[in-house]
């Protein structure tokens, strides 16, 4: 019987758990603990230059109100990147691959950026709904369009991720069944689509790395419009 290829999407459990909590969790057990010693490992060096980077770059753009979400937004780059990656390891699940997780991410972090922009400059967040020099007709057009653009930014911020990583598993799936397939028939097809089977194992790696970084670089826009 033929397996359906979104069975590898369904949320596994155990006993009636659903294993999804220990996906969540798993990512940060990876991560050691810096130490109060001067000179550390070479991992824990490499980690911390990794998020020192990291957070330079991030903080680039944003004002020193925005500064106070370095941590948060360091640690979900972190943990979405740790997702991402293990996801792409046999017999692992990938919780990003999930809409309902992505747009739990996705909407308490937009939600957070308007009404900080709603709470310190009122004026200044609700004229995003209305571009400067609009003629007078056109004005509750756009009001319209802009409030349901502003609407759709955490729906597109789920959207994203898991269209990005549900179609780079479904195309690393199907590439995997034609290999096997193809072996005992036609076996230098199938060492010639096995090469295109690691090529693009190593572009889903880029992806889930990227996909990771443009999610916290968005919502990192996005609180620098409100700040």
Known sequence: MALNFF?????PTFLGIPLIAIALTFPWILYPAPSSRWLNNRLLTLQSWFINRFTQQLLLPLNMGGHKWALMLTSLMIF???INILGLLPYTFTPTTQLSLNLG???PFWLATVIIGLRNQPNAALAHLLPEGTPILLIPVLIIIETISLFIRPLALGVRLTANLTAGHLLI???STAVVVLTPMMTTVAMLTAIVLFLLTLLEVAVAMIQAYVFVLLVSLYLQENV
């Open 173 to 175: 799936q199907l590439i």
């Open 105 to 107: 991410l996705a909407v």
């Open 80 to 82: 979405l990147l740790s």
């Open 7 to 11: 069975d590898q999407f369904m949320s």
